[in-house]
Nanobody, 119 residues
């Protein structure tokens, strides 16, 4: 079992920056990757960014590439999502997620944190 605690959401204006954090606890030794998903009103949940624990390989959705940066702190079992040049379209509930080595998909989820970007 893995517990994920996310924080850092808030209300900002377009062009501002925000950093989300997600701390993992429990069976962290079995974690292969952690990432971020988001869901905006009227839309399906979408992948935002992910990072592997071993090599630190990153993946980004095209919509955030160049603006968002995902990073990890292995000692703290924490991942961060640095969001720059935020746009109103980035408004969504952001969820952190974790994937075990035994799974091909993210299957553990933290609570959502609301990010609202005003014009």
């Amino acid at each position: 079992q893995v517990w994920l605690v996310a924080s850092g959401g808030g209300l900002v204006q377009a062009g501002d920056s925000l950093r989300l954090s997600c701390a993992a606890s429990g069976r962290t030794f079995s974690l292969a990757a952690m990432g971020w998903f988001r869901q905006a009103p009227g839309k399906e949940r979408e992948f935002v960014a992910g990072i592997t624990w071993s090599a630190g390989s990153t993946s980004y959705a095209d919509s955030v590439k160049g603006r968002f940066t995902i990073s990890r702190d292995n000692a703290k079992n924490t991942v961060y999502l640095e969001m720059n040049s935020l746009k109103p379209d980035d408004t969504a509930v952001y969820y952190c997620a974790a994937r075990f080595f035994s799974s091909s998909d993210y299957n553990y989820w933290g609570q959502g944190t609301q990010v609202t970007v005003s014009s």
